[in-house]
């Protein structure tokens, strides 16, 4: 049997049937507004706080302050892991775009983490010339991070609608060893929100797609139920 990494999302671990596979790189893709950020940073809360497992959060956007301001909503202190030194929240704007590598590495060698986030790959891919080059990179991540013993989240950036496919440059899917889509779609009049595990190397998981909310205490996944299709 592999081993497991329990989230920490309520209902996630459920649909996985039983977490996410230790040393494996997922995606989490998703259109605007799905809440691609609080999933990836309800994952690094719950490791610092359920599992005692320091966490790296690698930001390319969105800055650590604001990130940090909005889970503070859902009641998440990331300040003070960060002050004990059990968590790294980085921003950097690839320019240099070899640097990541050492970025990670260092960060993760700092604090002996096991729960990295990568937010998002699709920011990183529009300093390369290729997705062909996305494809190696996102590759070569995942070889240094299962090296390092980490359990790693890359976050995607998906278009609404059908046929747009699941990803921003159409490789991301391919070389991580699990997916998962975070739907967030107009249904009628109103928008609605559901998720799906889209594949997981090595392991049996749910095919349905479920719905999942955004409550006080983040997100919450709903695994006994079924949701329906926004399209
Ligand atoms: N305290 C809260 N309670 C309920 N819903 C919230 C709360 N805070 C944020 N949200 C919802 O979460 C959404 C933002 O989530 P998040 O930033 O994780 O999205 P994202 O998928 O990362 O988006 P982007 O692609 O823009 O980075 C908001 O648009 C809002 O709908
Ligand atoms: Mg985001």
């Keep these: 049997m592999e081993e497991r990494i329990k989230t920490g999302i309520p209902g996630l671990d459920e649909i996985t049937n039983g977490g996410f596979i230790k040393n494996q790189l997922i ?3 998703g259109t605007s507004g799905a809440g691609k950020t609080i999933m990836s940073t309800q994952y690094i809360y719950a490791g610092l706080t359920q599992f005692k497992e320091n966490g790296v959060y690698l930001s390319f956007e969105e800055q650590p302050e604001s990130i940090k301001a909005n889970v503070a909503t859902f009641g998440w202190d990331l300040d003070t892991p960060q002050n004990d030194g059990r968590f790294n929240f980085i921003k950097y ?18 604090i002996k983490a096991k729960r990295v986030v990568i937010d998002s790959i699709s920011a990183l891919g529009l300093y390369l010339r ?10 070569n991540l995942s070889m240094i991070l299962r090296k390092l013993d980490c359990t ?17 440059y159409g490789v991301e899917e391919f070389v991580a060893d699990s997916v998962v889509v ?13 998720i799906q595990i889209w594949k997981s190397r090595g392991s049996d998981h749910s095919l349905k797609l479920h719905p999942y909310k955004i409550t006080s205490e983040g997100i919450k996944v709903y695994p006994d139920e079924e949701a329906f299709a926004g399209m």
């Design 27 to 29: 995606l989490i893709s």
């Design 93 to 110: 704007d690839p320019y240099h775009v070899e640097d990541v590598f050492d970025i990670i590495s260092n960060s993760v060698r700092d």
């Design 130 to 139: 290729d997705p062909v080059e996305l494809r190696r990179m996102i590759f």
């Design 152 to 168: 790693t989240i890359i976050v995607s950036e998906m278009l609404p609608g059908e046929n747009k496919g699941i990803s921003r």
């Design 182 to 194: 975070l739907y967030y779609e107009r249904f009628q009049s109103a928008f609605t929100r559901s």
